[in-house]
């Protein structure tokens, strides 16, 4: 969303800077985002076969688990 800043005379300027800060604060959280998920999956591929069944999960698993998408049953 962009800001019209308007002046004494009466013309009004445009203001792209507060939309292009928004936009760069959400591409910033998306990457932050991105990385933390990268982080935990590398995590879990680190696990060994024992762990993994301790947990109740599987390799297959780990892509669901990743995109948000894992249900227990």
């Not at 962009?2 to 959280?29: C, D, E, K, M, Y």
Request: charged share 30%.
């Amino acid at each position: 969303m962009a800001t019209v800043v308007h002046s004494a005379t009466g013309f009004s300027r445009f203001n792209p800077l507060p939309a292009l800060v928004a936009r760069l604060g959400r591409i910033a959280t998306a990457w932050q985002e991105h990385r933390r998920r990268s982080r935990e999956l590398r995590e879990l591929y680190s696990l060994e076969e024992r762990d993994l069944r301790d947990l109740g999960l599987s390799r297959s698993d780990f892509m669901a688990i990743y995109n948000g998408t894992y249900r227990r049953e």
